[in-house]
């Protein structure tokens, strides 16, 4: 059953977007009761054209809405929250998803009333998949993480972590897609080098990183093991494999997950 919850979202994005449409696909929320706003309208069209009612200014969003997702870039969370902050009361549950935005800068904007929570979430959430972490902040309690914890797991997982983690979430989940994608397009230019038809290589490519991660969390075997089920003798897998570990493919995908995370910290000063 929808939640009679009203939604708002401050700043209009891709992750806002991802977020609200997965949340209404899923029946977490009826869309009328789903707020927005941006200073771009075109993006404002974009949340009308799926029934969500866009209003002028943040001030609007938080008096229509009770949990507000702040979804604008980390650098202005805090000019947001100090803007809504005399609008704020008890009943408000604030959810940033601002990277490296700590709790202490949110509850300092935001001032004494509102509740606030910190989540990580990432796209995948449009498709009902998302992995994300969440931290609990000033105020908040288990009707607030409960809350969260049904629109989150409508749309995918989402775990309970220490605030000092987030930015290692941010590093390996919340970027993580970008980098999967970019593992889908080259394991498709491969494909398509290897004489296949572009449509069908990017099918396979997707196809394969699907019933991969399946395989992983529905067996619960270490991925080593799930990889030495693939490379028979001898065979074609390890010669693929054995150009990739040339590569240095672990460390470029332990290299990006430490970059990014160090650029969630940097954002946080
Ligand atoms: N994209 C992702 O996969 C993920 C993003 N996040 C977090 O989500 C947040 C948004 O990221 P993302 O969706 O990618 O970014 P976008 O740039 O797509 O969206 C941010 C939107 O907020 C708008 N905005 C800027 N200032 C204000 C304001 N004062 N009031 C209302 N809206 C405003 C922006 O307008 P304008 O363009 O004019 O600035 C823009 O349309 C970031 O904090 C990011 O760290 C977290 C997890 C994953
Ligand atoms: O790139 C970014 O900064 C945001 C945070 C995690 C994913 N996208």
Known sequence: MPTETKIGFIGAGQMAEALARGFINQNMVEAEHVFCTDPVEARKEVFRSFGTVPVDGNIAVAEAAEVIFIAVKPQYVPVVLREISPKLTEKHLIVSIAAGVTLAVLTEAAGPKAKIIRVMPNTPCLVGETAAAMCLGHGA???????????????????????????????????????IFLVIEALSDGGVRAGLPRDVAQALAAQTVLGSAKLVLETGKHPGALKDMVTSPAGTTIAGVHELEKAGIRAAFMNAVTAASARADELAE
Do not use: C, H, W
Request: hydrophobic fraction near 40%.
């Open 141 to 179: 309690g288990s009707a607030d993480a409960d809350l969260l914890q049904r629109l989150f797991e409508s749309v995918g997982r989402i775990f309970r972590v220490d605030e000092k983690l987030l930015s290692a979430v941010t590093g390996l989940s919340g970027s993580g897609p970008a980098y």
